[in-house]
């Protein structure tokens, strides 16, 4: 079974440079590449090629060159890889803190271009996965807070034990079919409603 082809976006305002990168991905096989040059209307040639990674050579970026590719960076969830002439630590944390997966300093290079392609895929799986668990983790955190919360609401008016508490809202969760967060969450608001802390 074959590979799945790479939809690869290139942007470069110079037709040489994209030419190298163009000819990098050709040779690795498995892409189909689309080249912009044109910087104002970057983020509709991404929303109509739909790339699965982007490839930026930004060479040596002016403070707007870099604040555009900051913007694109954070407006696509997509694995970037950005080529530029300069290692500014600044410019670099900046940029990853934008979301780019790899800021690849004096690397272009055909030779390099499916190993840069192989590490920016990997970086943005890596990064999204661990992004994904920490969204997961605050949820469950907060939904922990709400079913605290609710248990409290009935101690206090029930008299109930912590462990009474919880076993009632859970009995209430079984018996209406929902999720015991989601019972918590209606005693809070009927709570708030009342005026009851």
């Known amino acids: 079974m074959s590979e799945p ?3 690869i976006l290139i942007f470069d305002e110079d037709a040489l440079r994209a030419s190298v990168l163009e000819e990098g991905l050709t040779a690795a096989g498995g892409t189909e590449v689309t080249i912009v040059s044109d910087p104002h209307g ?7 090629a739909d790339p699965d990674v982007i490839f930026m050579d930004l060479q040596s970026p002016n403070r707007d060159s870099f604040e555009s590719m900051l913007a694109v960076s954070r407006a696509v969830a997509r694995p970037i890889a950005v080529f530029v002439d300069d290692g500014d630590a600044a410019r670099i944390d900046a940029a990853m803190d934008a979301g780019v997966s790899a800021y690849i300093v004096d690397g272009l290079k055909k030779e390099r271009v499916k190993s840069i392609l192989d590490v920016t895929i990997s970086r943005f799986n890596a990064f999204s996965s661990l992004r994904r668990e920490l969204e997961e983790t605050k949820a469950e955190l907060e939904d922990r807070k709400l079913v605290d919360q609710a248990k409290r609401l009935l101690m206090k008016r029930r008299q109930l034990t912590e462990d009474q508490a919880y076993a009632l809202i859970r009995k209430t969760a079984m018996s209406k079919n929902t999720k015991i967060v989601e019972i918590a969450r209606s005693m809070i608001a009927v709570a708030d409603l009342l005026g009851e802390e």
């Open 5 to 7: 082809i790479v939809r």
């Open 42 to 48: 970057l983020l509709a040639a991404i929303s109509n």
